[in-house]
């Protein structure tokens, strides 16, 4: 697994609470593109947890700097995602094949290996 962390950015938190709709839709936004239920959470050092359907902490949102209710956090957000193979991109060992190169142009797109 690699890991894929995202550059610093402003996300307005409200410590010690469920996190809002426009902010969950602003880390999954960062995250990238997760198929499936999203579950997250805040605990009391106010990292907010996502899981994926089921996968408990897939992924972690955590403030550079402790803050209060109301303020604005600037938070680094990582998760850890597969490597892609460079020619065999759904990794069943057959090349070449058709949906090796539709996955190819999948992950161009942005999306997860398969």
Request: a negative charge; proline letters at 6%.
């Amino acid at each position: 697994m690699l890991s894929k962390t995202k550059s610093f950015f402003p996300l307005a938190l409200v410590a010690g609470s469920a996190i809002t709709a426009p902010a969950l839709a602003q880390a999954l936004h960062v995250i990238g593109h997760t198929p499936g239920r999203h579950a997250p959470s805040v605990d009391r050092n106010s990292t907010i947890s996502i899981r994926f359907d089921g996968q408990v902490n897939a992924a972690s949102i955590t403030p550079a700097a402790p803050f209060k209710a109301g303020e604005v956090a600037m938070v680094s957000l990582s998760r850890n995602i597969a490597a892609c193979d460079s020619i065999d991109f759904n990794q069943n060992g057959v090349f070449p094949e058709d949906q090796d190169g539709i996955d190819f142009f999948n992950v161009l797109a942005d999306g997860a290996c398969a």
